[in-house]
């Protein structure tokens, strides 16, 4: 019998339990985890935070699934991993013998490194006991300052302006997001972070968290600026844990490095999820995904393998959608404008910068109609990325054309047209390959007014 011993109780952890008990139905697995709440969304927890959601909704498993995967959970922190010895070590100091190991110990916020920032206030959204304290704090807290230029710095500033707190929002840069979003759509961020109430702070650093008796009372910007507060809240980035793993003598980079079969250099110890920096066959480069669908996929195939069958992971184009300041917003495959490493691009790590750091050799199509906005990025046959804000109706058609790389040459020129309908050029498009694949007719997407922006590379 094949002992497995999973290190994480995520969504790649769980996946790939999912895997092996598909495969091997005798073997022996083990979970490990720090989170006494088990497996539950983390991309739900901001939702949570602005009270959209009750809490018991972010667990996607019953009694029933847990006893599908027929696995044994171990709340313990592991302190070691010993390769040569097949084991690893907990913290309440028993071993664990394995015959396959997985690593998915997942990614953690990066922590501040200001004076104050061990006072009571200081807060981080990272997992659900997180969660937990900010609604407590919440409760009696009346001004926050949010330190961050990405999605989550914008879900903590949300979800506690829908709580009812002052909130600033204090970015680096001189307009939000800069790396992904374009001036236009940054614009229509702003603007709606305004009507929420939202003071944001462009170009601004936090220098000095000030307290009294233990507790946060405000907070030093660079250049002296002080704002009262009793909340200092920061979503700064995420950081692979890979401490364990160098340790332990597995290859590591940025994240522990995984062949496409999810493999580190070590034959029975597999990566998945945010911990793992994984080879792509098709690009050649090798890549962290910081995103709940990639971990999951990666968390399959690593279990498939870790049973004993063959299964590559192939990296799909990127596809993320999120709510920005109240607007669903999908970003699919390479859409990146910034350049060099600023604070939003550590934040985009956690929503798939490795292609979007990326600038295409590309021409931007876009159109603008209140918050309907699609900005698409065109090769000479391709779209290889694109960005829908507000209404969706595009969003899973983009996808498609973006992942099988669908020709678009005989509408290219039309879509680069001066004051383009993009939208609906794309949806009869659309219709005609859907058609064309499947014989069935598609309903239209609504036709926002477009117009054509600009051209790079
Ligand atoms: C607030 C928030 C919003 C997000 N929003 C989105 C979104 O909109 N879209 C999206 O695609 N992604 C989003 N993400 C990212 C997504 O949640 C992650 O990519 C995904 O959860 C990664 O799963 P994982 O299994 O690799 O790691 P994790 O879910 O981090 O799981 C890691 C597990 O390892 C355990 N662990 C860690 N160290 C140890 C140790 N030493 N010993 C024992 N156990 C340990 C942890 O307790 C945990 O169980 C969001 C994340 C956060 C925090």
């Not at 001036?183 to 939202?198: A, F, M, Y």
């Not at 000030?210 to 002080?226: D, E, F, K, W």
């Not at 383009?420 to 926002?448: K, T």
Request: positive net charge; hydrophobic residues 40%.
């Amino acid at each position: 019998m094949t002992n497995y011993v999973i290190l994480g109780t995520g969504v790649a952890g769980i996946a790939a339990a999912q895997a092996v008990r598909a495969i091997d139905k005798q073997g022996k697995i083990i979970f490990v985890s720090n989170d006494p709440h088990w497996y539950y969304s983390r991309p739900g927890l901001a939702y949570y935070l602005a009270g959209e959601v009750e809490e018991k909704q972010l667990y996607p498993f019953g009694p029933a699934e847990y006893k599908a995967l027929d696995a044994h959970f171990w709340q313990a922190t592991v302190s070691k991993i010993l390769p040569q010895e097949a084991c690893v070590l907990l913290n309440d100091g028993k071993r664990l013998r394995y015959d396959r190991l997985l690593i998915a110990v997942g990614a953690s916020a990066v922590h501040l490194s200001v004076p104050g920032a061990e006072l009571q206030g200081v807060v981080k959204l990272d997992h659900m006991e997180d969660a937990r304290q900010i609604v407590a704090q919440a409760r009696r807290g009346r001004t926050v300052v949010v330190v961050g230029g990405g999605i989550t710095a914008l879900e903590l500033a949300e979800g506690l302006a829908q709580r009812r707190l002052k909130v600033h929002l204090f970015i680096r840069t001189a307009r939000y997001w800069s790396s992904v979003l374009d001036e236009s759509e940054s614009n229509i961020i702003q603007h709606r972070l305004k009507e929420d109430k939202i003071t944001v702070h462009y170009e601004t650093e936090l220098a000095e968290i000030l307290g009294r008796q233990g507790r946060v009372t405000g907070i030093r910007t660079g250049n002296g600026q002080q704002i009262g507060c009793d909340i200092l809240a920061y979503a700064i980035g995420v950081q692979p844990r890979i401490q364990l793993a160098k340790e332990a003598g597995i290859a590591c980079e940025r994240g522990i490095l995984a062949d496409e079969h999810l493999r580190t250099n070590f034959p029975n110890i597999f990566a998945a999820g945010d911990v793992a920096q994984v080879q792509d066959p098709i690009s050649g480069r090798s890549v962290i995904d910081s995103l709940w669908a990639p971990a999951r996929d990666q968390g399959q195939v690593a279990g498939t393998n870790m049973a004993g069958k063959s299964r590559v992971y192939i990296k799909p184009v990127s596809f993320n959608v999120t709510r920005l300041a109240g607007i669903t917003t999908t970003i699919i495959g390479n859409v990146g404008l910034g350049s060099g490493r600023d604070e939003d691009q550590v934040a985009i790590a956690r929503g798939d910068s490795e292609t979007w750091r990326t600038i295409p050799d590309a021409i931007i199509a876009q159109s603008g109609f209140d918050v309907n906005h699609l900005r698409l990025m065109v090769t000479g046959r391709n779209i290889v990325g694109a960005i829908v804000m507000g209404d969706q109706k595009l969003s899973a058609a983009l996808q498609t054309l973006i992942r099988e790389r669908i020709d678009i040459s005989s509408i290219r020129e039309q879509l680069l047209a001066p004051h383009a309908p993009i939208a609906e050029i794309l949806a009869g498009f659309w219709s005609q390959v859907h058609d064309f694949r499947s014989r069935r007719p598609v309903a239209s997407a609504s036709a926002p007014t477009l117009r054509r922006v600009s051209s790079i590379g």
